[in-house]
């Protein structure tokens, strides 16, 4: 089953306008975190914001936020006032325990975005 | 710049070869992790070093090995390649196991 879900291949949006990329997880661990990535078309994985799962508030970063819903296993990303520069690969990934105390990241399959002028 | 620093960025060979991928992790992150990317399995974690000491296997195949050095720099050995093996290969790093992971720039394995 898989444990990161991104329901949107792909995704067009205004420049200027906001937009909502979809994230949805399954865990039964309490702790766990969730993260986003960016990768441009030039292929590299670009952090962007991370979100714990005790943490009461949402993460914001710049233009960047995760809308958090933990009984629904949602954590979304919004991205504020699109930018030509937006366009890429976001991926959602989820910290999952890989034993002996280590963590490995589990990815969704990705959404692509696209920026129109 | 995420201060990971992967060499070499495209690497073309033959099947039957063997290569060596090389990653610096970021000043002071103890902990090197190597992930595949390929159109077909998405991205997958392969193994986890933490200075010096492997810590976690994933999807890694027996063909595949990897190091951590006490320079702290990894390097991850494909060999008898194939050609399934084809894909982008991250190093990532991070300076303690729960907190972000910052990628490398991927090393692009083509093989012919």
């Known amino acids: 089953a898989q444990k990161i879900t991104q329901t949107q291949p792909g995704m067009f949006v205004q420049e200027k306008e906001a937009v909502t990329l979809d994230c949805t997880y399954d865990?039964?661990?309490?702790?766990?975190?969730l993260f986003w990535y960016k990768q441009p078309s030039s292929g590299e994985m670009i952090f962007l914001i991370y979100?714990?799962?005790?943490?009461?508030q949402n993460a914001t970063e710049g233009r960047y936020s995760l809308n958090f819903q933990k009984a629904r296993k949602s954590a979304n990303l919004v991205i504020s006032a699109s930018q030509l520069g937006d366009s890429a690969m976001y991926f959602c990934?989820?910290?999952?325990?890989?034993?002996?105390?280590?963590?490995?990241?589990?990815f969704g399959k990705g959404t692509k975005l696209s920026v129109i002028p | 710049d995420s201060g990971v620093t992967q060499t070499p960025k495209h690497l073309i060979t033959a099947t039957g070869q063997r290569v060596t991928l090389r990653c610096s992790p970021r000043?002071?992150?103890?902990?090197v992790y190597w992930y595949q990317q390929s159109l077909d399995q998405g991205l997958q974690f392969l193994i986890h070093y933490y200075n010096g000491e492997e810590r976690a296997k994933g999807n890694i195949l027996e063909r595949f090995s990897a190091q951590q050095f006490p320079d702290l720099h990894s390097e991850l050995n494909l060999s008898s390649l194939e050609l399934g093996d084809s894909a982008l290969y991250f190093c990532a790093s991070s300076v303690e196991n729960r907190g972000p992971q910052h990628f490398g720039d991927g090393t692009r394995l083509s093989i012919l």
């Open positions: 990934a989820m910290r999952e325990p890989a034993g002996a105390g280590s963590y490995q990241l589990t």
């Open positions: 000043s002071g992150d103890l902990s």
């Open positions: 865990t039964s661990d309490q702790s766990y975190g």
């Open positions: 979100q714990g799962s005790y943490d009461e």
